[in-house]
């Protein structure tokens, strides 16, 4: 069987409108990359801070790829939806939340969007909030709304 495709419903403001590129007329560019990124980055946060076990439908099927924290000497790469979201869920502390600092957004061949977000994280009682870095490659359902393609998390430490 093929594979089954889930994808969250989006708010208006985060579907995309497609541009031809010049130097290539079969590569779609989303016009409205900008939009697009800081719609998402601000609908993730607010399921990831209110309850991270419903992100799954932004990902999709045994395509998406989370690396958490991710190195040769303590791997932390997810593929997969379920991967991810058991990952997300297992993450030990009750309450987060992220305050996004910088958004920075860009098109990808294909009507993809890559999102990198920088801020702030404050866990649990903590006072002193971490910093944290984050990439996420956005692509196309087919359908006007997009899935996370690839998912790069980083605490910033040192």
Same mark, same amino acid.
Not at 7 to 25: E, G, K
Not at 124 to 129: N, T
């Given at each position: 069987? /093929?594979?089954?495709q889930r994808? #969250? ?12 590129? #010049?130097?290539?007329?079969l ?5 409205n990359?900008?939009q697009?990124?800081?719609?998402f980055a ?18 999709k ?10 190195s040769?000497d ?5 593929? /997969?939806?379920?991967?991810? %979201?058991?990952k ?17 957004c ?10 990198m977000?920088? /801020?702030?994280?404050l866990i ?6 971490q910093?944290?870095?984050? %990439?996420?490659?956005l692509l ?19």
């Open positions: 069987g /093929g594979l089954r994808s #969250a419903r989006v708010p208006p403001r985060w579907r995309h409108t497609h541009v031809p590129m #010049a130097m290539d007329p590569t779609n560019v989303c016009a990359f900008e697009v990124g800081q719609a601000t609908h993730y946060y607010q399921i990831f801070d209110s309850n991270r076990s419903q992100l799954g439908p932004l990902y099927d045994e395509v998406s790829m989370l690396n958490f924290e991710h040769a303590r791997p932390g790469q997810f593929k /997969g939806t379920t991967a991810i %979201v058991a997300l869920v297992s993450l030990p502390f009750q309450q987060v939340k992220h305050q996004v600092v910088t958004i920075d860009q098109p990808t061949p294909g009507g993809g969007v890559v999102v977000v920088c /801020g702030n994280l649990d009682a903590e006072q002193m909030p910093k944290f870095s984050q %990439v996420f490659q196309p359902t087919g359908s006007g709304s997009f899935y996370i393609f690839n998912d790069i998390f980083r605490l910033n430490v040192g």
